[in-house]
């Protein structure tokens, strides 16, 4: 079996998995994508406060992206690394994991995923969106599903 058809066949059982755990939410795989390998959206609904979507890309690459935050996880071939991705993508869904965001007048300059440890949070993945000169002060910004979030988008248009 090929690298890529491990991947896909990973990837998908993983997917599926996720499904299986959220069995009252809607979740859309998507086989054709013509940009993707494998695709799942998750939209906005009861019980999920934002989009999420879940792909395999580039044969190896598992995502979670939303408009608030987008990781990357490779490779899937990687046990380690796939737990996590899975980890991650459920913590998000049932609002355990949170997305803190450091923002300058609706400008989001990065953000990270984050798990409860304890009485303080770890960082599982950052995702940087744009330089930030050391005297440019930012605010804190969370994310949570569940709970109520001014839920800022990455690319908002400058205005």
């Not at 494998?38 to 999420?52: A, H, T, V």
């Not at 046990?79 to 609706?106: C, H, M, P, T, W």
Request: proline letters at 3%; charged letters at 30%.
């Amino acid at each position: 079996m090929t690298q890529k058809a491990r991947c896909f066949k990973i990837a998908e059982k993983k997917f599926k998995k996720i499904q299986n755990d959220f069995p009252n939410l809607t979740m859309i795989m998507d086989y054709d994508n013509e940009n993707l390998d494998l695709s799942m959206d998750i939209p906005k609904q009861n019980g999920i406060d934002f989009e999420i979507n879940l792909n395999l890309q580039n044969e190896d690459e598992l995502h979670i992206s939303t408009d608030y935050i987008w990781c990357q996880f490779f490779s899937a071939d990687s046990e380690e690394l796939v737990n996590k991705f899975y980890e991650s993508a459920i913590g998000l869904i049932n609002g355990e994991y949170r997305i803190i965001q450091f923002v300058r007048n609706d400008k989001v300059y990065k953000s990270f995923l984050q798990k409860p440890n304890g009485n303080n949070w770890e960082t599982i993945y950052r995702g940087y969106e744009r330089i930030r000169m050391p005297w440019t002060t930012v605010k804190e910004n969370v994310i949570q599903n569940k709970k109520e979030s001014n839920l800022i988008g990455i690319y908002k248009a400058s205005r």
